[in-house]
Every structure is written in C-alpha cells, then in structure tokens.
C-alpha cells in the first residue's frame, strides 16, 4: 500500500466515524456501516504493523 492510498483510507475511516455518530442513521444501515468502518480500520492497523514492525498482513516477519 502506498502511502497516498493509506491517507485515502484514513479518510473514510473519518468519514465512517462520521457518518456512525449521525443520530438519526437506521439501525440496519448503522449495522452495516460498522462492518465497514471495522473492516477500514483493520486493513489501517495491518498496514501499521508492516510499517513499524515488519509484520505482514498474516503476521509473519517480512
């Protein structure tokens, strides 16, 4: 992942957040909404541990 796509993920995962706290969001598309906003942020943590551990996306030293 390069890092301009990183920053574009870290702006839906705002953009998630954002959109999660609007009050009035129906619970079957808030339950959705978080599935995508947790699958956002698990590929952001993954690509985190390559960059400062050496850690692929499996869990293996690279």
Do not use: Q
Not at 2 to 25: D, F, Q
Not at 27 to 35: I, Q
Not at 37 to 44: G, P, R
Request: glycine share 6%; charged share 40%.
């Amino acid at each position: 992942m390069t890092e301009e796509e990183y920053n574009k993920l870290l702006e839906r995962v705002v953009k998630g957040a954002e959109y999660l706290s609007n009050p009035m969001i129906k619970e079957k598309d808030y339950e959705y909404g978080l599935r995508v906003y947790d699958t956002l942020c698990e590929e952001v943590r993954s690509f985190r541990r390559v960059e400062t551990h050496g850690i692929d996306y499996e869990g293996s030293k690279m």
